[in-house]
């Protein structure tokens, strides 16, 4: 490698500067969840989930790329140090992402601007780190890069066309969606030279990354607490919002957390890669999804952030608070089924409890419309933990199994030690 550049090791874990970028995603994440509630209706849900896919993307390219060189060396850090103020400049100009319609198009050239530069700084540690990249290699790196940045430059823009506001409206989506699939549909297709150095780190990567975005609930309940009257039905909604992120968190961790570790460490080298790009890249942002519409949920909950008092009265969720509530855990836990499941190991252990509280959270939809708020968020609540639990029962022995051998491995590892193994696949 070349000089300034450090290159990952086996038993490498996440560095401080990998988490001090990662922390910026929870204030990412609140924004999303914002944006979301910012337009009545479906727009707004629309706006944040563009937002989400992108930020997603470019969390991930970081992802690959820390993979490779140590991201608390040298220039790796200073890349990293350098990306972290602008990713907090774009987080908080989310909200103006699409203002240009009814307002300036400066915010959302703004959004584009922070963008670009992200991805210029990806795109130069990239190729300062791999100079045996060649030819396709940089055309499939750059193409889509630039591309991506053409088109939401062109969403940006577009108000000044002075197109009617539907007709902005739709071009815009239309827009993001071509710079989002070019992305992801390259990452896919396109065969990039690409290694996973470190399964453990690779995979404690992501698991930062849940843990964040769990955490992104608790911080916007409690958030959204300060400005509300101390009640009982506050206090035992904001309960049952703290079970649910829990159990989702214990379904995540307790079991899959250890399978993906060990799935990519016996993995040999091109397989790992593709492990690595279906089960995580991209199967990982459904789950991310799934907790971000939770948070909506909880946002339109009444009595969390419209009126304290509305839990007395016995009021229900509205249809957006239903849906993105029971309709976010069920898509976590389907996501959360799909990554078992192309990891290959124990699929029947643990799939068909997260598919069945999947189906019973879908079918339960139209009589929440029925229950009171505060009965809708306990049968969730009560979902999630009876998931969780049954989960725990008829794994045990998988889970110690798996537990042991990754404990005798991390224990046979020398203290220092490169990984010589290299693969290709159709990634970021």
Same mark, same amino acid.
């Given at each position: 490698m070349r000089p300034g550049v450090w290159r990952i090791s086996e038993h490498s874990r996440v560095s401080t500067a990998e988490l001090f970028f990662d922390v910026v995603f929870v204030f990412a994440f609140i924004q999303v969840t914002t944006l979301m509630t910012a337009d009545k209706g479906g727009l707004g849900i629309a706006h944040g989930l563009l937002v989400l896919v992108l930020l997603w993307w470019l969390w991930s390219l970081f992802a690959w790329l820390s993979n490779r060189v140590r991201g608390n060396y040298g220039l790796a850090r200073l890349t990293l140090l350098a990306a972290t103020p602008v990713m907090f400049v774009l987080a908080a100009i989310t909200l103006d992402a699409f203002r240009g319609v009814t307002g300036s198009v400066a915010p959302p050239l703004g959004f584009v601007?922070?963008?670009?530069?992200?991805?210029?700084?990806?795109?130069?540690?990239?190729?300062?780190?791999?100079?045996?990249?060649?030819?396709?290699?940089?055309?499939?790196?750059?193409?889509?890069?630039?591309?991506?940045? !053409?088109?939401? *430059?062109? =969403?940006?823009?577009?108000?000044?066309?002075?197109? #009617?506001? $539907? @007709?902005?409206?739709? &071009?815009?989506?239309?827009?993001?969606?071509?710079?989002?699939?070019?992305?992801?549909?390259?990452?896919?297709?396109?065969?990039?030279?690409?290694?996973?150095?470190?399964?453990?780190?690779?995979?404690?990567?992501?698991?930062?990354?849940?843990?964040?975005?769990?955490?992104?609930?608790?911080?916007?309940?409690?958030?959204? !607490?300060?400005? *509300?009257? =101390?009640?009982?039905?506050?206090?035992?909604?904001? #309960?049952? $919002? @703290?079970?649910?992120? &829990?159990?989702?968190?214990?379904?995540?961790?307790?079991?899959?957390?250890?399978?993906?570790?060990?799935?990519?460490?016996?993995?040999?080298?091109?397989?790992?890669?593709?492990?690595?790009?279906?089960?995580?890249?991209y199967l990982h942002l459904p789950m991310i999804a799934g907790i971000i519409l939770l948070s909506l949920g909880l946002k339109h909950t009444p009595g969390l952030i419209e009126d304290v008092h509305s839990y007395n009265r016995g009021e229900p969720l509205d249809r957006t608070g239903r849906y993105a509530m029971y309709g976010g855990v069920a898509l976590f836990l389907l996501a959360h089924a799909a990554f078992h499941a192309r990891l290959g190991h124990g699929i029947l252990i643990v799939i068909w409890p997260r598919l069945a509280a999947a189906a019973l959270l879908l079918g339960l939809l139209p009589v929440t419309a029925r229950l009171p708020a505060l009965q809708t968020l306990a049968c969730l609540a009560g979902v999630c933990l009876v998931t969780a639990g049954t989960e725990f029962l008829i794994s045990r022995r998988h889970r110690w199994r798996l537990r042991q051998t990754l404990f005798e491995e991390a224990e046979g590892e020398p203290t220092a030690r490169g990984n010589s193994d290299s693969g290709g696949g159709a990634v970021p």
């Open positions: 601007a922070c963008y670009a530069t992200v991805r210029l700084l990806y795109l130069g540690l990239r190729w300062y780190a791999t100079p045996s990249l060649r030819g396709r290699e940089i055309a499939s790196l750059t193409v889509p890069a630039f591309a991506a940045i !053409g088109l939401l *430059l062109g =969403a940006a823009l577009l108000p000044l066309a002075g197109l #009617a506001s $539907a @007709a902005t409206l739709a &071009g815009q989506i239309a827009l993001w969606v071509l710079a989002i699939s070019i992305d992801y549909g390259v990452g896919m297709v396109l065969p990039v030279s690409r290694q996973i150095f470190s399964a453990r780190h690779w995979a404690e990567r992501h698991n930062l990354i849940i843990i964040l975005a769990l955490g992104e609930v608790l911080v916007s309940i409690g958030v959204t !607490g300060q400005y *509300l009257h =101390a009640t009982a039905s506050f206090f035992i909604a904001s #309960a049952l $919002a @703290a079970v649910i992120t &829990g159990s989702l968190e214990w379904i995540y961790f307790d079991l899959s957390a250890l399978v993906g570790e060990h799935a990519l460490r016996t993995a040999d080298p091109h397989h790992r890669v593709r492990l690595g790009r279906d089960a995580y890249t």
